[in-house]
């Protein structure tokens, strides 16, 4: 007789208690913690490759264009560029400046990130671009949040170059 009462009492008991409950809730609230910023980073990491993809995208294609010619295009002369199809990636903008007939230097930023990067033909290599490169100075420059842009050959640096 003693079962039978019992038997139901332990039915109604089968739940989760509150310590339980916080426990898993507090767990999840670590994972997040630590998730999040990873995940942040690696956006900004995203951003900064597509940067660098546009950059030397357009320096193959300057290099092309010298192959063919002889010459890298002058300022104003962006017939070749578009051509090639060359369009940045949304969110970036790319400025060649020609130096002469016998170099050039790409700068390039993304409106969303805090890194610019700087190619030049005479050094042969990307570097990131030791200034205050902000987005808010890509943004000025000519970059626009979501936009492919087309690059331009510039007769002055939109931005300066490091030293």
Known sequence: MLTRIMKPRDDRDAGFTLIELLVVVAIIGILA?????VFLNQR???RDASVKS???GVAKVMETIYTDTGAYPAVGDEADLQAANVVTSPGNFISITPVGTTGFQVFGCNVES???WFYSSADGGLNPDGQDFTGASCVTAGGV???????ALSATVMFPVPS
């Open 33 to 37: 913690a630590i998730a999040i910023p």
């Open 44 to 46: 900004a990491s995203a």
């Open 54 to 56: 546009d950059i030397n």
């Open 114 to 116: 805090d890194n610019g």
């Open 145 to 151: 949040a979501g936009e492919p842009v087309e690059p």
